[in-house]
């Protein structure tokens, strides 16, 4: 389209883009169309290019419409005060936060005679954006808050009562007047809810529930649980469905029991919910190639559109694992019982019968509804002792009919992993042992084995199988969407990766393959734990959608959860689809379920956060609990992030994290340099960066919080740029040892 003479030039995209970045705050349409002079039919264009940018990830749009770059907030807002800095100061976070990842930190400066603002306290107020990504803010107008709910250990100090509350945002205690105590013991575990008044400059709480003892050594799962509103009771009805459940009937099934399949998961495992078998391809037309089952159990024969028990599990959204316990998402009749595919009975299943070629290619897949039965329950490491020589008497037999094909599918998959180009980080997974009383006997880093990449792969196949399925007929699918990394991630990577000596290229076109080309290159090297971290911290937050827009991590077109609905609300709906589509029975998809695909998708995304986050904290305050007896040992660490309150530290042996202050990091006095994310020594030139190691002494183990504080002993020398130690800091006070402040800001980047 042409201008006419006089008119002004339409904008390009990058022109749009630049003035809503260099906006004051997020802009309208209207705005936007104004300082351009857009006008009639010009208008639908705009919408184009704004759609596009919102695709891309570099614009969003909030409330009212209005767009911004990603994480930007409006320059007057609410907000609401969630703790206290180191100095005291009130720290918010935005109220109704919807953008990717965590909340800007927001820090509330207190206008002069004006009375504090409390925990929970929520104000309109005006923002300024500091370089750093958090902005400073002055309360316009304090609002109406209603009563917060504070979960923490009831303590008496004196001659009155305390919450110590166990949330690490939350900075200050609570005091409790003994009308307001809820008959708690001190020690307990409780769930209080602020009420208006302060005691010596303390906020007021009244105790409603006292939740069990805080010696208990299971309270760290029971925080978690509690804290992150996990639903842990299933109504009666869903109760009694399950426990009346009856075994599926073999008749209308395929019958698939002839075929030797196997379940393989972890050693500590109780449910089974996907079994594997593969053959080599004996048409001559697809030489080299392999056929494949995944049988994934029938929970949709069970878990009805609509009953008791479809509403607790879409509550609960999937399963919750802690250490120490397990929060399903069916109950246990179910879930470890008639959904589970034990070995020699029969079970119902939902399975993908697929051919690939010799390269890993999916040519074809069929979906049947079966009867199976499983030949055995495998470990990964005996499926990894098998392959490598060591069979052992459940797997001797089975070696060459089913463990060596599955490897020899397995090679094929892997090329075709290989030749998409996708990410495949290394990031070791830390796994608490606890003994039958719920106390920590260890915590180790699990090895990662072709066992479980050989299973990641066939179910990824399957995964894809039924997203074509669905996809091709036009039929409800939830997806795994997963979308390419914004632009802010992107400047934040390069700004990472630039003291290691890692370059990327403004401007270029943004593949998996990149980043994999990355971490391949930094494998072996001292800087590979904190590179993968990095590349992992840039990607965008993986989510369900009926909307396809492809897995950017996986490099595929499409994708979907199918393999594990026992524990995944997401897979269930699947399942459901294909049953409606294929014809496969009368269980399927209720009448309006696809049109509720959108917010169903937002609901288990916002689950499956809700456990990763609870699951962490869990994990978290176990290895505390575990760590608060080595007080003063000494510990490798890397560092994994750079703040103004310090470091923050990751020990290599335990994978714990912990922060060391800016006053234990030596004898000097230190600055964080925000362009460079480093922190310097004034005097000593001493340089902390990204992935440098160092020696730790562990200071304080916060059981309250799950929190650690280190101070430094020694920084390796030839992981900074001055190659200077920080050297030792001098010992103080009543044993040695500098006394702390209980609580210290910590900082957590996390995402999946």
């Known amino acids: 389209m042409s201008n006419k003479p006089g008119k002004t030039p339409f904008p390009t995209k990058d022109q749009i883009l630049e003035f809503v970045r260099d906006s004051d705050g997020p802009v309208s349409k209207r705005e936007i169309a104004r300082a351009f002079g857009i006008r009639g039919q010009d208008r639908s264009r705009l919408n184009d290019i704004l759609r596009e940018l919102r695709a891309e990830g570099e614009l969003d749009r909030g409330k009212g419409r209005r767009f911004a770059k990603p994480g930007v907030l409006p320059r007057v807002t609410v907000i609401e005060v969630t703790g206290t800095d180191r100095d005291g100061d009130p720290i918010a976070r935005p109220t109704g936060w919807e953008g990717p990842g965590e909340a ?43 009563p917060r709910r504070i979960l923490g250990f009831y303590r008496i100090v004196g001659d009155s009562g305390r919450i110590i509350p166990t949330s690490r945002r939350i ?23 602020s009420v ?17 003892s805080a010696r208990d050594a299971r309270a760290s799962s029971l925080i978690a649980i509690h804290a ?103 109950p246990e009749a179910l879930s470890n019982g008639l959904c589970s595919l034990v070995p020699e009975e029969d079970r119902g299943c939902l399975a993908a019968r697929m051919r690939i070629s010799g390269d890993g290619r999916l040519l074809d897949h069929q979906f049947v509804r079966g009867i199976m039965r499983s030949a055995a329950r495998l470990t990964y490491e005996q499926v990894q002792a098998a392959r490598d020589g060591q069979p052992d008497e459940t797997t001797t037999p089975l070696l060459d009919t089913v463990v060596t094909p599955l490897y020899g599918a397995f090679e094929a998959l892997l090329s075709a992993r290989k030749a998409r180009g996708t990410v495949d980080l290394d990031l070791p ?19 990662r084995l072709d066992s479980h990449r050989l299973i990641e792969e066939l179910m990824i196949t399957a995964n894809v199988a039924a997203a074509e399925t669905l996809e ?114 009368k269980d399927g998809l209720g009448p309006y379920d696809g049109q509720q695909f959108a917010e169903m998708g937002k609901q288990v995304s916002f689950t499956e956060r809700r456990a990763v986050d609870a699951e962490r904290e869990a994990v978290d305050r176990f290895t505390t609990i575990f760590l608060s007896e080595q007080i003063g040992a000494v510990f490798s660490a890397r560092v994994n992030g750079t703040h103004r309150a310090g470091l923050f530290i990751t020990l290599e042996e335990t994978g714990a994290d912990g922060l060391i202050p800016m006053s234990l990091l030596g004898q000097d006095r230190f600055d964080f340099v925000t362009r460079s994310n480093q922190i ?35 920084k390796n020398r030839k992981s900074g740029k001055s190659g200077k130690s920080a050297g030792e800091r001098p010992r103080q006070g009543k044993r040695g040892r500098k006394k702390l402040p209980s609580r210290q800001k910590r900082v957590r980047n996390s995402r999946k």
């Open 104 to 146: 800007p930190k927001i820090y509330l400066q207190e206008n002069a005679g004006g009375a504090a603002p409390g925990i929970g306290d929520r104000v309109l107020a005006r923002l300024n954006p500091e370089g750093d990504g958090t902005y400073n803010a002055r309360t316009i107008k304090k609002l109406d808050s209603a």
């Open 171 to 193: 900075k200050t205690e609570f005091h409790v007047a003994a009308e307001n105590n809820g008959n708690a013991a001190p020690g307990n575990l409780v769930e209080a809810q």
């Open 196 to 212: 208006s008044g302060r005691y010596f400059g303390l906020p007021e709480a009244k105790i409603v529930t006292v939740i069990g």
């Open 228 to 330: 992150h509103d996990i639903p842990v009771d299933f109504t009666p009805e869903a109760t009694r469905d399950a426990e009346a459940a009856k075994p599926v009937s073999p008749n209308g099934r395929v019958d698939l029991r002839d075929i030797p399949l196997v379940t393989i998961d972890g050693a500590d495992a109780r449910d089974f919910d996907d079994a594997v078998w593969a053959e080599a391809d004996t048409d001559a037309a697809n030489k080299g190639g392999w056929k494949l089952v995944v049988a994934i159990a029938d929970v949709a024969s069970y878990v009805t559109p609509g009953s008791a028990l479809d509403k607790c599990a879409y509550e609960r959204g999937n399963s919750v694992y802690f250490p120490d316990r397990v929060v399903p998402m069916l």
């Open 429 to 447: 997974e830390r796994r608490v042992k606890v003994d039958d009383h719920g106390h920590v006997v260890s915590i180790e880093t699990l090895d």
């Open 472 to 585: 091709r007929k036009s039929a409800p699918c939830m997806f795994r969407v997963h979308d390419q990394p914004s632009v802010e991630k992107m400047e934040s990577l390069r700004e990472t990766l630039a003291p290691m000596g890692i370059r990327i290229a403004k401007g270029q076109v943004i593949k998996p393959a990149l980043f994999q080309k990355i971490v391949s290159e930094a494998n072996g090297t001292p800087e590979a734990p904190m590179i993968n971290m990095a590349v992992l911290r840039s990607q965008s937050q993986a989510e369900y959608s009926p909307a396809n827009i492809g897995h950017f991590g996986l490099a595929l077109r499409r994708y979907a959860h199918f393999t594990s609905p026992i524990r995944r609300y997401s897979d269930l709906l699947v399942h459901r689809s294909l049953v409606t589509l294929l014809d496969l029975g």
């Open 680 to 714: 310097k020594g004034r005097e000593t030139g001493t340089v902390f960066s990204l992935g440098d190691t160092l020696t730790a002494r562990l200071e304080e183990a916060n059981v309250d919080t799950g929190s650690l504080l280190f101070s430094v002993v020694e």
